[in-house]
């Protein structure tokens, strides 16, 4: 089993859509967790992060963690053109040598 | 927020050709900066992490002597493929922690496409 399992996807929404992105882990050991977002021959961006579980929310994005069920989740509301990209969740461990651990990364496209 | 840049952007070179990838960080000072490797549809994987002033540390399955990482400075980190061949066309991307950096602290760069022909 990966640490770290993700959806494949593609995934094709119409704009305004609510999206929900997934991911799995198996590491009971992750403590932070991020989603990045990935523009196609880019890099990737740090779009939201979590200690730990529970919810946060910048402004159309909200990132949910439950470590109980070893479970995150990104959620983009009212979704627009301009977010289509490769969403990838990470995670790591504390310490100042942790390394982040990917998922697989997830293609959105928003229609107009 | 911080700006890691990398240089070539895009490159092609012959089958047993070297290759050097920098990777800059703009405007702080990074003490520790990783090399990432991306094929098509698949995640980043870890190659390795490089601490200024000392030598790489690699990810198991990772060559070396292949893939020569030099971080002499604390804006400048270093990939050199040397004697490429075609199995080692990919996207390579390096990030660049803060000093005293936490987990989320690590900033991307925009990544350089090795073609080997």
């Known amino acids: 089993q990966k640490e770290v399992e993700q959806d494949p996807g593609p995934l094709s929404v119409p704009e305004g859509a609510i999206v929900s992105l997934n991911c799995t882990y198996s590491n009971s050991a992750f403590q932070y967790f991020m989603w990045y977002r990935q523009y196609s021959r880019k890099g990737p961006e740090l779009l939201m992060y979590t200690y730990s579980s529970g919810n946060k929310e910048d402004g159309r994005f909200t990132a949910q963690v439950d470590k109980s069920s070893k479970y995150i989740s990104l959620f983009i509301r009212d979704s627009q053109p301009s977010d289509s990209a490769t969403y990838l969740c990470a995670m790591t461990p504390t310490g100042a040598n942790s390394k982040l651990t990917f998922g697989k990364g997830i293609t959105l496209s928003v229609r107009p | 927020g911080a700006v890691v840049s990398q240089h070539p952007s895009r490159v092609i070179c012959k089958s047993g050709t070297s290759v050097k990838i920098e990777c800059r960080s703009l405007?702080?000072?990074?003490?520790?900066m990783f090399w990432y490797r991306q094929f098509p549809k698949k995640s980043l994987m870890l190659m390795a992490t490089?601490?200024?002033?000392?030598?790489?540390?690699?990810e198991q399955g990772v060559e070396k002597d292949k893939f020569l990482i030099n971080h002499a400075s604390l804006t400048l980190s270093t990939l050199t493929v040397t004697s490429a061949h075609p199995e080692d066309s990919s996207f390579y991307i390096c990030?660049?922690?803060?000093?005293?950096?936490?987990?989320?602290?690590?900033?991307f760069g925009p990544g350089t496409r090795l073609t080997v022909l």
């Open positions: 490089s601490n200024e002033g000392s030598k790489a540390t690699y």
């Open positions: 405007d702080f000072q990074a003490t520790t």
């Open positions: 990030s660049a922690r803060l000093p005293q950096g936490g987990y989320n602290e690590q900033f």
